[in-house]
């Protein structure tokens, strides 16, 4: 069994959040796919768990990401990560609530959970201006 099995990776999940942080509508994914391509198709493909390969590529071909970020992006796995860093107790002095596990191993995860979310947070920002000029193209194009 291969690591994004195990973990349950739902590939069109990952499709539909890549898009929504690069603020890109279904439509303008449908466009930059070809005349096969719907708002609805879109959507449906978002619903699907695993996705075939050549379709994976061109969505992140289209989105500037790698196909990995796609295939191997595991929300729960990052939520358990911070599950397992941090853990509810009442701070009198705040009034907050937290408290950091010392647990060398899951701040390693964790630090590695952050990594790979500032990379994608920097490339995201360096995609903004390419995704601004398609979306123009587009309205220009209609």
Do not use: C, Y
């Not at 930059?32 to 996705?51: F, H, N, P, V």
């Not at 009442?90 to 979310?117: R, S, Y």
Request: aromatic share 4%.
């Amino acid at each position: 069994m291969t690591n994004s099995a195990a973990r349950n990776i739902h590939q069109g999940r990952n499709i539909k959040r890549f898009r929504e942080m690069l603020g890109i509508k279904q439509d303008a994914l449908a466009h930059e796919l070809g005349e096969d391509w719907s708002q609805k198709k879109i959507s449906l493909l978002e619903q699907k768990e695993s996705i075939e390969e050549n379709i994976l590529k061109q969505v992140a071909e289209i989105l500037h990401i790698p196909v990995e970020a796609i295939q191997n992006f595991d929300e729960e796995q990052a939520v358990n990560i911070i599950a397992n860093t941090v853990t509810t107790v009442n701070d009198n002095a705040t009034g907050q609530l937290f408290q950091i596990n010392p647990t060398i191993n899951t701040a390693e995860k964790w630090l590695e959970a952050l990594e790979e979310i500032k990379r994608l947070n920097e490339e995201i920002i360096r995609l903004k201006d390419e995704q601004i000029e398609m979306l123009k193209d587009m309205i220009k194009n209609k």
